[in-house]
């Protein structure tokens, strides 16, 4: 028995020292590789976050046993299969990689139905829905005159007419209208028994407030700019000068500033090309100038080929150009990055990324790549054109803090996924009247587009859900993981 008892002694004993380290290495994230390239390597992870949640969750053909949102850890480096699906919605496919002491985070997915349900908000024959850049409003017209605008309300789901029935304006035939990003008010342009009126109009929902402003308002304006925080400092673009108009004192400064061929406000300053094309920044009273491009050469080599130019401040020390002939040019290197044909630019909110599109393709333009070290050459901002196959692209949003794009082509409404494991991949949700356009409203998630049915009314429809964000699923993957993964 002693003998057994010896053998028995020191079977367990070497099971011990053999699988012990194995143990305590597989506790901090390592796994044993059998065969040809056997040995002990670190494990990564992959975390899966899904709109709606409660997918199945299936990696090289074999079903895990959780449900997203999950982290799946202790996988070995490499890529892997990754398949999602939910009932009534299709299925998500992508190879992912895996590596090393990282996270492959995939936390903002948004699956697709298999059909797309929506419900009319409004009816009626609605001719055209006109955005309201980053409110909670959109507009809806169903005729040339002020009377026949609606003010819909995305978070209470009611509308409203823009100006009551007893209001002197409501028989405006309305010829042009100005909207800035943010700013709950607008400027209407037209004439009533064919008189000029200007009209400004606060939306407040049933409420609204219209002011006449046609005495304060310039002959001839072809560009109006305010901003949000400064509602009533109005600044007007008559041919080559600059008018500014104080809606809160009635004063006007005719032309206070001369020659100049593009400008933009941001954070209370003023930002101005001139006609020798130097770029220059001053407050709203023209108080002091502080030349941020003075090289004549170099600016005539920008911008001498085009007369006009709306100017866009992506950050503090960043700033987009956009032509009249659709060019689009920075004071980040290497300037220009179209020459022609950008029909719209979107700014992310949470980041230095613009959205930009052209009539057959959709590009992202990233501020926030990193400067190279120690080369002669500045690396610069990248461009990537994510989108080629367009046909007739009229608009374009950020969708989902920023991971998809939301994009009418032609009369189809169709959403991406930004993720770069396996390409651009839009999907058609929807169709629209043709020659109109659409709304998507971050807040609520939901899309407004008139529907191409006789009715023509407005409808909505669900993008992403009320759930919320998928990264607060994860509270154990480090922030700095998640850059580090995505930075790759």
């Not at 409501?170 to 943010?182: A, C, H, T």
């Not at 007007?236 to 004192?249: K, M, S, Y």
């Not at 030349?291 to 950050?315: H, R």
């Not at 922030?479 to 790759?488: A, G, H, L, S, V």
Request: charged fraction near 25%.
């Amino acid at each position: 028995m002693a003998i057994v008892r010896k053998i028995f002694f020191y079977i367990f004993a070497a099971i011990y020292i053999v699988l012990c380290p194995l143990m305590i290495l597989y506790a901090v994230g390592y796994l044993y590789r059998p065969g040809m390239a056997k040995g002990v390597v670190k494990t990564g992870i992959i975390a899966v976050a899904t709109v709606p949640s409660q997918a199945d969750i299936s990696m090289n053909n074999s079903r895990y046993a959780k449900l997203s949102p999950a982290v799946i850890n202790e996988l070995l480096p490499g890529e892997y299969s990754m398949r999602l699906e939910l009932e009534g919605y299709q299925s998500w496919e992508e190879t992912v990689p895996v590596e090393a002491e990282k996270a492959t985070v995939l936390d903002k997915i948004l699956l697709i139905p298999l059909r797309w349900k929506s419900e009319e908000v409004l009816q009626g024959k609605i001719k055209d829905i006109i955005p309201l850049p980053n409110t909670d409003f959109f507009l809806a017209r169903q005729g040339p005159k002020l009377s026949d605008f609606f003010l819909f309300g995305c978070k209470e789901e009611k509308y409203w007419p823009l100006v009551k029935e007893d209001s002197l304006f409501k028989d405006l035939k309305v010829e042009e209208y100005f909207f800035v990003d943010g700013s709950d008010s607008g400027i209407f342009r037209g004439s009533i028994a064919e008189e000029e009126k200007v009209v400004r109009i606060i939306f407040s929902g049933e409420d609204n407030q219209t002011r006449d402003i046609t005495g304060l308002f310039p002959k001839g304006a072809r560009d109006v700019k305010w901003q949000a925080r400064a509602e009533n400092k109005l600044f007007v673009l008559q041919a080559e000068n600059l008018t500014r108009v104080d809606l809160d004192t009635g004063a006007v400064y005719p032309a206070y500033i001369q020659n100049i061929k593009g400008y933009g406000l941001s954070c209370g300053q003023l930002y101005l090309l001139n006609s020798e094309n130097l770029f220059l920044e001053t407050d709203y009273n023209d108080t002091g100038e502080k030349f941020l491009l003075e090289d004549k050469k170099l600016g005539e080599a920008l911008f001498g080929q085009t007369k006009n130019f709306d100017i866009t401040a992506v950050s503090e020390d960043t700033f987009l150009f956009l032509g009249s002939g659709g060019e689009l040019l920075s004071n980040r290197l290497p300037y220009r990055f179209a020459d022609e044909g950008v029909i719209g630019i979107k700014r992310a909110e949470s980041s230095q990324r613009v959205l930009l599109w052209q009539k057959n393709r959709i590009g992202i333009l990233d501020f926030e790549t990193e400067k190279t070290q120690n080369t002669a050459f500045e690396k610069g901002p990248s461009l990537r054109w994510v989108h080629t196959e367009g046909k007739d692209i009229t608009q374009a949003f950020w969708v989902y803090e920023e991971s998809h794009i939301l994009f009418t082509d032609q009369n189809k409404v169709f959403l991406a996924e930004l993720e770069e494991y396996d390409g651009f991949n839009a999907k058609q949700i929807f169709t629209i009247k043709r020659g109109t356009s659409l709304y998507f409203s971050e807040d609520t998630g939901k899309v407004y587009y008139i529907s191409p049915s006789d009715r023509e009314g407005v409808s909505s429809g669900v993008i992403v859900s009320n759930e919320g964000s998928g990264t607060a699923a994860f509270p154990l993957i480090k922030e700095e993981d998640k850059e580090e993964q995505r930075d790759e």
